[in-house]
T-cell receptor
């Protein structure tokens, strides 16, 4: 398909486990964003890439969260030593530039037990 | 302070009714988008509208950037319009989208 894809769609982790969430942006989109959506809330910004450069990581809640986009296309969000408060839907979005329309993937629902 | 406010927070309509959703924002915008989040959580793009007016079927939107607000109009509502509507903006010199708190719409028969 031509949209943003994310995997896995659902992830259950035991507290303390590490998880890795993948995002495949729309082909040709140089901007890639990660957002976190808690239950009943709007999405909140985590981090932003322009090609392979991580230009803004101000939204990452702790140093347990790490994101990369080594070749400027696929991105991975990694959460180390997961905690219950990390339970949320993690959304990836891509666009031609920050000021262009952003398109969202279906999200990964993470549940930490 | 609050950067993106949406109203009303909740709205219940009978099928066929019209509605207006409002989004107020606190700074100049380089990007404004309206989304519909369906019951499965997918964010569906409705409009990319940093200024001006657009229409798409039963939906239309207007953004008055100088007065820092945007409106989403839904006409002849259908049950499939139910869900949460988000306004999201790129404010000032930022790159990220800042989302409003959403309007939860329920359309009944």
């Amino acid at each position: 398909g031509a949209g943003v894809s994310q995997s896995p769609r659902y992830k259950v982790a035991k507290r303390g486990q590490d998880v890795a969430l993948r995002c495949d942006p729309i082909s040709g989109h140089v901007s890639l964003f990660w957002y976190q959506q808690a239950l009943g809330q709007g999405p909140e910004f985590l981090t932003y890439f322009q090609n392979e450069a991580q230009l803004d990581k101000s939204g990452l809640p702790s140093d347990r969260f790490f994101a990369e986009r080594p070749e400027g296309s696929v991105s991975t969000l990694k959460i180390q030593r997961t905690q219950q408060e990390d339970s949320a839907v993690y959304l990836c979005a891509s666009s031609f530039s920050p000021y262009n329309e952003q398109f969202f993937g279906p999200g990964t629902r993470l549940t930490v037990l | 302070g609050i950067q993106v406010e949406q109203s009303p927070p909740d709205l219940i309509l009978q099928e066929g009714a019209n509605s207006t959703l409002r989004c107020n924002f606190s700074d100049s915008v380089n990007n404004l988008q309206w989304f519909h989040q369906n019951p499965w959580g997918q964010l569906i793009n409705l409009f990319y509208i940093p200024s001006g007016t657009k229409q798409n079927g039963r939906l239309s939107a207007t953004t008055v950037a100088t007065e820092r607000y945007s409106l989403l109009y839904i006409s002849s509502s259908q049950t499939t319009d139910s869900g949460v509507y988000f306004c999201a903006v790129v404010l000032g010199t930022a790159s990220k989208l800042t989302f409003g708190t959403g309007t939860r719409l329920q359309v009944t028969l």
